[in-house]
Nanobody, 125 residues
Framework: QVQLVESGGGLVQAGGSLRLSCAAS????????MGWFRQAPGKEHEFVSVISWNGGSTLYADSVKGRFAISRDNAKNTVYLQMNSLKPEDTAVYYC??????????????????WGQGTQVTVSS
């Protein structure tokens, strides 16, 4: 079992930056690909980014490419999402998730086995 706890959300003006963190419990964190998803009010969960177990492979949604950066520190059991040049349309609850079984990184929500409780990001215009 893996428990995930996100932090770092908040209110920021458009053009600003935030760094989200996701702390994981469990000794097998370093074996898992880790993803970030978000859910805006009235919308479904949306893929944001994913990083492979060793950080060697990353994917980004087109909407955040060039503005967001995902990274991980396996020694600290933590994955990060650096968000720059934030836009009002980035407003959402952001969730981290662990993929314990996929061979390659995936954007598919259904492939993720463990989820955090989410952290709110609000970008004002």
């Amino acid at each position: 079992q893996v428990q995930l706890v996100e932090s770092g959300g908040g209110l920021v003006q458009a053009g600003g930056s935030l760094r989200l963190s996701c702390a994981a419990s469990g000794r097998t964190f370093s074996n898992y690909a880790m993803g970030w998803f978000r859910q805006a009010p009235g919308k479904e969960h949306e893929f944001v980014s994913v990083i492979s177990w060793n950080g060697g492979s990353t994917l980004y949604a087109d909407s955040v490419k060039g503005r967001f950066a995902i990274s991980r520190d396996n020694a600290k059991n933590t994955v990060y999402l650096q968000m720059n040049s934030l836009k009002p349309e980035d407003t959402a609850v952001y969730y981290c998730a662990a993929d314990a079984t996929s061979v390659v990184v995936t954007t598919a929500l259904r492939e993720y086995d463990y989820w955090g409780q989410g952290t709110q990001v609000t970008v004002s215009s």
